[in-house]
C-alpha cells in the first residue's frame, strides 16, 4: 500500500490549572480545518504486501473520509476512516484522524480508544500520549491526566513545557513530594538559577523542614543578592528563630545595601549590631535610620539602650524622652527607660553589692518605668515577662535596701535623751 501524506489532525488548545497555562494536543476550535505535516508511520519501513482489491477499497475509504473531513464533517467521516484502520490498524495517520473526528464530535471514549491504539503501538508517541492527557483532563480524570505528564516527561525530560504542566499538577494537587522532586531534579540541572533556588525554599518551609530551607536561601541568596524577599525570610529566620545575631547581621546589612534610603532596616541592622558587641557601629546605624525618619520611637530606645551599655546613661535617657515625644505611650519605651535607670543605679553598688540611697531612689524610678509599661501593654510577651520579672526582682530588693539605709542612719543619729 502506497504510503498517504500525513495530516495533522491536532492543533493547539490551552488550559489552566492555577497560574500556569497547560497546552494540550487537541483542537482549539473544533471546526477548524487540519493542516498538512509530514508523514510518519509508526517507523514501519518495510514495506507491507496488500492484496490489490483491498488496496483500492482501502483508497477508496480514505479519500471518501478526507473529503468529509476537509469539509469538517467529522461525524460522516467517521464511518470510512473506521473501515480504514480496519484494514491497516498500523496507519497511524488513519489513528489520528479518527481520533480527532471523535473528538470533534464529543464521543470522548471512542477518542481515547482511537489514540490508546497509536500508544499501544507506539509507547513512545508523544503527540497521542498528550492526546490522552488533555481528554482524560476534559472528563475530570486529573490522575490519568496527572499520569500521562509523567509518562511524558520520562520520554522528554528537558521537555520545559511537560515539566512546568506536572509541577502545576502536582501543586494542585498537594504533591509536595512530587513537586519536590520535580524542582530539585531542575535546580541539578540548573545550579544557577536562584528562581528555583527560591521555590525549593517555599516547599522545605511548608513542609518544616528549616535547615533544608535555609541551604536553598543561601543558594538563592548566592546567586541573587539583591533579592530582598530571599534576604528578609533568611534575616528573620537568623534573628528570630534562630537567635544567631551574627548571621542577623551579615544579611540585614546586606539588606541595608540594596535599600539604603530604608529607615526600618537601619534600625534592625543596628539592635543586632548591638547583640554582637558592635555598639560604635550600632550607633551609626541606628543614627542613619532617624535622619531617614525621625518619627521612629523604636530607634530612639534601641540608640538609648546602646548608649546605656556604654554607661552613658545621662545621654541615653534624653534619646527616651526623644521617643516618648514621638509616641507618648509607647510601652517598649518605658521597659527600656527601666532597664537604662536599673543599669545606673546598679553601676553605683560598691564590692559588697551595696547600693547608696541615691541609687536606690533610681531603683524607685525603674520601677515605676516598668509599671508604666505594663499599664500601657502593646509591647510583646517576651518583654511583657522581662518586665515582670524585673519588677518582681526589685521590690523585695527594694526593701532590702531600705532597711539597711534605716539602720545605718539609726546608727549615725545619736539617740534623743
Known sequence: MAKQPRIKTITR??????SLALIIALPTDRARAASPIPFRQAGQDTARVIDLSVQNVFNRLYSTGMQYYELQEYGSAIPSLKRCSEIDSTNFDILYLLGTCYYQVEDLASAIGAFQQVVRQ??????AIQNLASIYWEQGDEELHTT????????????????DHLLALYQRAGNREGEMRLLQEQADDNPDD?????????????????????????????L??????????LARIYAIDLNQPVEAVRLY?????????NPVAWQIWGRYLTRTGKADSAVVALQRSLELDPGQAGAYSELALVLSDQQRYDEAASWIEKALEHQPEDAYAYVAWGDILQAKAFDQADEDGIIPYDAKIILEEAIEKYQRALE??????????YATAEAEK???????????FMERARRQIPPRI
Open 253 to 261: 546589612g546586606m539588606i541595608v545595601n540594596v535599600q539604603p534610603e
Open 224 to 233: 541573587d543578592p539583591t533579592n530582598l524577599q530571599n534576604l528578609e525570610q
Open 122 to 127: 507506539d509507547p513512545e508517541e508523544v503527540l
Open 148 to 163: 500521562m505528564y509523567e509518562r511524558l516527561l520520562k520520554l522528554q525530560p528537558e521537555n520545559p513545557e511537560f515539566r
Open 13 to 18: 488548545r490551552a488550559l489552566l490549572i492555577g
Open 194 to 222: 536562584p528562581a528555583l533556588h527560591r521555590r525549593l525554599a517555599a516547599l522545605h518551609r511548608e513542609g518544616g523542614d528549616q535547615d533544608a530551607q535555609i541551604e536553598a536561601l543561601e543558594n538563592a541568596i548566592r
Open 394 to 404: 526589685l521590690e523585695p530588693y527594694r526593701r532590702t535596701q531600705a532597711e539597711i
Open 376 to 385: 500601657l501593654g502593646g509591647v510583646s510577651a517576651e518583654i511583657l515577662r
